[in-house]
Nanobody, 132 residues
Framework: QVTLVESGGGLVQPGGSLRLSCAAS????????IGWFRQAPGKEREGVSC????????YYADSVKGRFTISRDNAKNTVYLQMNNLKPEDTSVYYC?????????????????????????WGTGTLVTVSS
């Protein structure tokens, strides 16, 4: 069992930055692929960025490419999401999730049940609000 706890959300002005953290307990995070997902009110959940368990390969949704950076510190059992140049449309609850097995990072981020890419563990989320 893996417990994930997100932190770092808050209110920020457009163009600002935030760094989200996802701290894990119960099992070493290095064995898992990790994804950051977000869900705004009335919208479907969206995979934002994912990082592999092995070589820290990364994937980004087009909507955040060039602005967000995912990284992991296995010694601290933590994954980060650095978010720069934030826009009002980035306002969402952000969740981190972990999965033991996946086919590709893109499939992991797209949560494709038809190919078995379903996240195993989820955090409870942290709210990011981008507003002036």
């Amino acid at each position: 069992q893996v417990t994930l706890v997100e932190s770092g959300g808050g209110l920020v002005q457009p163009g600002g930055s935030l760094r989200l953290s996802c701290a894990a307990s119960g099992h070493p995070l290095r064995y898992y692929g990790i994804g950051w997902f977000r869900q705004a009110p009335g919208k479907e959940r969206e995979g934002v960025s994912c990082i592999s368990s092995s070589d820290a390969t990364t994937y980004y949704a087009d909507s955040v490419k060039g602005r967000f950076t995912i990284s992991r510190d296995n010694a601290k059992n933590t994954v980060y999401l650095q978010m720069n140049n934030l826009k009002p449309e980035d306002t969402s609850v952000y969740y981190c999730a972990a999965v033991g097995m996946y086919t590709t990072l893109q499939a992991m981020c797209n949560e494709d049940p038809s190919t078995g890419n379903v996240m195993d563990y989820w955090g409870t989320g942290t709210l990011v609000t981008v507003s002036s």
